[in-house]
C-alpha cells in the first residue's frame, strides 16, 4: 500500500491518503481529479471502475470512485467532493472509463451533481420534469411538488453537455439525441422481449439498428433512499427485491458487509449454508436465462425444459426457507432457521437431475441451426470493452476477462472448493449464453463439496451466538462485493456512528451488475439487424429491477 | 329468473374464504329480476367468458417469474383455459399486474388498460400492486394500482405462490359469472368513469 502511495503520490500534487479502511482512499480536488484519472488509468492500469457512489456529507457534494486493476486485482477509492450545494459540479470521467456515462447520470439524477464534459447529461432514473434530487439530505418530500402524473411522458429530443471552456467558465450546449433525418422506433416499456418494463429508442436504417437511447426508470423503487430510513437488519428485504435471480445472493452481500463493519465471526456451519443457497440460486438463474433466450428465439420447448428444472430448486428453498421466491434466508450472523433435515438428499438429488438434463438441454437448443447462426458472432463484445464497460459476470467472462469475485477476492468459504472459473474468448451471444451452460456444471460441482462438507460438520450451529440485539455501526464506510448470478454485484454502506438505539444507514448504495450490463446495449447491437437486438439483450441478460433499483 | 350461486369446476363454492362480495352480486342482480331469454343468454355468455380469460403480459417484476412458473409444465395454467398469454392489450381479457409501479410506468400502465377491449379486468398481483407493498413509503411508488385503474381481485403476497395465483383466477371466473352483460351491464358505468377521469 505504501508503494501505492508513493506512485500516486507522483502522478499528482498532494493528494491525501488515508489507509485506515480496507482500500487505500485517496482524496483529491476535483481540478486535479481529470488528469489523475487518466493517469492511474494509463500508468498504473487501474483500468475499471467498480462502482461511482454519489454522495452527500451535508456541508459538500461528492462521489465515491471505487476502481480495479484487473491485472492485480488491487483496489482503491477516490473521493472528489465539491462544497457548493447550489450548483455542485464535478468533471466527468466518462471519457477515461466508459461505464461512468450512465453512473455519472444517475449521480446527477440522485444528487443533482453536474459533471462537466459528460457527453449526455440527462436524468436516468426519473421523469425529466421531476422537481429535485431524491437522495440529496435536503430533498423537499412534498407529494404535491412531484404528484403522480398520468398524463403521458414526454419523449427528451434533446440533451445537454455542460462545457468548460479555458478560462474555467462552464456553459451548457443543447444537442439532439437522434438527427431529424434518422427513423426512430420505439420498443417497450411494455414488450414481453425487453424482459420487464425497459424502453429502447432505436435509429434505424432499413433493418440494421444505428443507435439505442436506453430510457430506464420504469421500475425505480427508490431502494437506497428507503434504505435510509429503516434500520440494518430491516433494509435486508429490500436486497431480495432487486434482483430477484440471486435473491440469495445480494441479501449475503448485505449480510457481509455489515458483519465486516461490526466484526461479527460466522460459524462455519452457517456461511456453509449460506454458500449453499448462493450456488442453488445461480443454478436457479441460469435455467431461467436458458428458459428465456430460448423462448427469445422461438423456442419455446426449451423454455418447459428450462422450469422444468427451477421447480425442484424451488422445492429445496419452499422447504427450508418456506418461501419460493423472496426467502428472507440469511440473517446478520448466519442463517435466520436450520435447514429442513432432507435438505442435503434434496440438493443431491437436485444435481443429479440437473447434471443429467444438462445435456437434453444442449440437444435441445445448442446445436439448432437456427440458434448457431442467430447467436454466433452476433453482439461482438471485446475483452477491452468488457472492461471499460465494468462488464462482469458471465457476460464479461465470455469476452475473456478474469472477474470471477469468488476467485479474485475469495468471500465466505469459496477458498475451499475446487471449481474453475469458466472463461471464454469469443465474446459474442454463444459465447454468453455457453459460459452459463458451463457455469451450470461447475455450481453442481461446488454444491457436491458443500453437501459433504455439511454432512460431516459438527453440531447444528446456524447463526453466530454473539449477535447484538441492536445492530449500531461506527462511524465509517465499507464495501463489499460478491458474484451475483449476473455480475458482481457491490453493496456500499456509509454509517455516521449515530448514538441513538435504532441506528439507520447513512447512505447505502447498491451496485448491481446489470446497471453495467444495459450501459452495452447500444454498443453490442449497432450494425446489428433489429431481430437480433432481442436475442443479444436476452444473451446478455440482464434483471430490469436491478437496473432501476 | 333466478340468478344462481357461480359454480365452478376446480373448487367448491364453500372452500373459498370470501363469498360476501359474490352473494351481494347475486342478490343485488336478483333484485333487479332477469329476463329468462336473456338471462341464459348470459350464462352461456359467461361460461364461455370465464373458462377462456386470455391474460396480458404485465410483469414489472418478481411476480413475473411467479407468472412464468403459472404458466411452465408444473402448474399448467392451460387448465383453466387461460394459457393464452397475450402480448398485445387488444387480444387480451384480463390484465394480470404483476410488480410495482412506479410514477414512471403509471401512464404507460392506464394506457395500455385503455387498449383493451371490453369486457376487461383487473388483477392485481402482489403485495406491490395492492398497496405499495414494501415500497410504500418511497417517492416514486403508486400506492395500489387501484389509484389508475379499477381492479377486480386483489392478491396479496410478496410475491404470490402459483396456488394463489389460481385461487386470483377462480376469483375472477366466478365474479365473471355473476355478471350482467345483456340488458343493462352492471359494471360498464363505473369503468367510464374511471375511463375518463384523468383525460378531464
Redesign the interface.
Known sequence: MAELKDKISALCPQPQFDSEGEFLLVTVDDAQWHALAVALKEQLHFDQLMALVGMDWKDSLGCMYYLTNTATQEIIHVKVATTDREKPMLHSVSDVWAVANFQEREAYDFFGIVFINHPDMRRFFLRSDWVGHPLRKDYDENPELNPLRLDDEPNEDYTCTWVEDENGKVTKVDKKVFEDDEYVINIGPQHPSTHGVMRYRTSLDGEIVKKVDVVSGYIHRGIEKLCEGLTYPQTLLYTERMDYMAAHINRHCLCLCIEKALGIEVPHRAELIRLMMDELMRLSSHLLSYGCLTMDQGATTAFFYGFRERELIYDIFDRTCGARMSMSYATIGGVVADVHPDFVKDVRHACDVIEKNLKEYHQLFTGNVIARNRMIGVGLLSREQAIDYAITGPSGRASGVHCDVRKTHPYSLYDEFEFDEVLDTAGDSMARYMVRMREMEQSIKILRQACDKLEAEEGNEFVAPKVPKLIKLPAGHWYQQVEASRGTFGVYIESDGDPKPFQKPYRMHFQSPCFNLVGVVDLTCRDNMIADLITITASIDFVIPDIDR | MEVKKPHIKSMKYEDFKDNEYIDQLVAELNAGGVNVVVGKLDQLLNWSRSNSLWPF??????C???F??LG???YDMARFGAEVAR?SPRQADYIMCQ??I???????L???YEQMAEPKYVIACGACTVSGG??K??????KGID??IPVDVYLPG??P?PEAMFYALMQLQRKIKVTKFLGGANRKEKRLEYVTD?KD
Open positions: 403480459c404485465f410483469g414489472t417484476s418478481c413475473a417469474i411467479e412464468m412458473c411452465a409444465a408444473r402480448n410488480g410495482t412506479t410514477y414512471r410506468m403509471a401512464p404507460a392506464k394506457r395500455l414494501p415500497f413509503n418511497s417517492y416514486c411508488v403508486v389509484e389508475i410478496c410475491p405462490r384523468g
